[in-house]
């Protein structure tokens, strides 16, 4: 292995040009640590915000850093105590977060308690666009949600990175129906996904078709928490994912019997293994979007804030994925 590597490096915080492709050294991997050699990173909004200076930059340590935490690849070596994986396996994960995730590069070191087996059936360039929205999506139905056949779920945001495999999830898990707010033109995506009702939210509003929903995924915030309380079953779990719960909402859930919650993903190696199983099933997929070489990171950047593209964006790191 090369003793040097090419990493997405940000010396300050700023706009996508603070991304540069630089020369840097190759990690080694510590006690119960793996070596990863990336064939594939996605780009999350969350790598967005915190390369500007928000998101969870505070815990990124010092500049300069290397962003990004989900990851596909091979693994090339393997730390003292390591038992789960070996060289040659291929991996995928949300890897070190919230601290720095160093994803956007040729080799990334993480724990082998962070991964999980890369689906047989799927590309390094589609695994890499699961971890962590997929573990987002499934820690807010499962976990909090509690889905299952019966359940009736809202999810805002539908057509997103996010929203898609909430979907999906949601009917894997055996919901009886799911509407999704998005936009006519990812109808066709979201009715593949398993979605039984689109509502066009430039269009029509959402209290006047979703009723008696047991499980809000709110991916969008503004005042969408509120009016999707007044929708809700008393009992009901709405997950609050890219803000806490306004006050006026948590006074109304209160007051109507409904459970509103705001969430964090977790790199959860068993959440991770359960949507691995989903996956080789056939009853999970991303719907990878845009995807560049890994010196177009500042382009992939501007592609995901710009809310243009179609699914998920990936950086290609091995060519060839």
């Not at 909402?249 to 993903?265: D, K, P």
Request: proline share 5%; hydrophobic share 40%; aromatic share 4%.
């Amino acid at each position: 292995m090369p003793a040097m590597m090419r990493a997405i490096r940000q010396h300050e915080f700023g706009g996508p040009e603070v991304l540069r492709l630089e020369e840097v050294e190759r990690p080694e991997p510590l006690w119960t640590e793996v070596l990863i050699r990336v064939h594939a990173a996605s780009v999350n909004p969350v790598d967005c915000k915190t390369r500007a200076g928000g998101g969870i930059s505070d815990s990124q340590g010092k500049l300069p850093i290397t962003i990004g935490w989900d990851v596909s690849g091979v693994v090339e070596a393997v730390g003292s105590g390591v038992t789960r994986f070996a060289p040659g396996d291929e991996v995928y994960g949300m890897v070190n977060f919230p601290r720095v995730g160093e994803a956007y590069a040729e080799y990334v070191a993480a724990d082998s308690r962070q991964l999980a087996r890369k689906p047989a059936n799927i590309s390094h360039v589609e695994a890499a666009a699961i971890p962590l929205v997929s573990l987002t999506a499934w820690q807010s139905l499962v976990s909090v949600g509690g889905v299952g056949p019966g359940k009736r779920v809202l999810v805002h945001g539908a057509g997103g990175g996010l929203g898609h495999l909430a979907v999906q999830i949601a009917r894997a898990r055996g919901a009886s129906y799911i509407y999704g707010t998005g936009l006519e033109s990812q109808a066709d995506i979201l009715r593949g996904c398993g979605l039984d009702e689109l509502i066009d939210y430039t269009k029509q509003s959402f209290e006047e078709i979703a009723h008696d929903v047991d499980i809000v995924v709110d991916t969008v915030a503004g005042d969408n928490g509120l009016r999707s309380v007044k929708v809700m079953r008393p009992g009901g779990a709405l997950i609050s994912l890219p803000v806490p719960p306004s006050e006026a909402t948590l006074q109304e859930a209160e007051r109507r019997g409904v459970r509103a919650v705001s969430l964090t993903v977790e790199g959860d190696r068993a959440d991770l293994e359960a949507i691995t199983a989903l996956v080789e099933a056939g009853a999970l997929r991303p719907h990878v979007g845009d995807v560049l070489p890994l010196e177009r990171a500042d382009q992939a950047h501007e592609i995901v804030e710009s809310g243009r593209s179609r699914g998920k964006v990936v950086l290609r790191v091995v060519e060839g994925e």
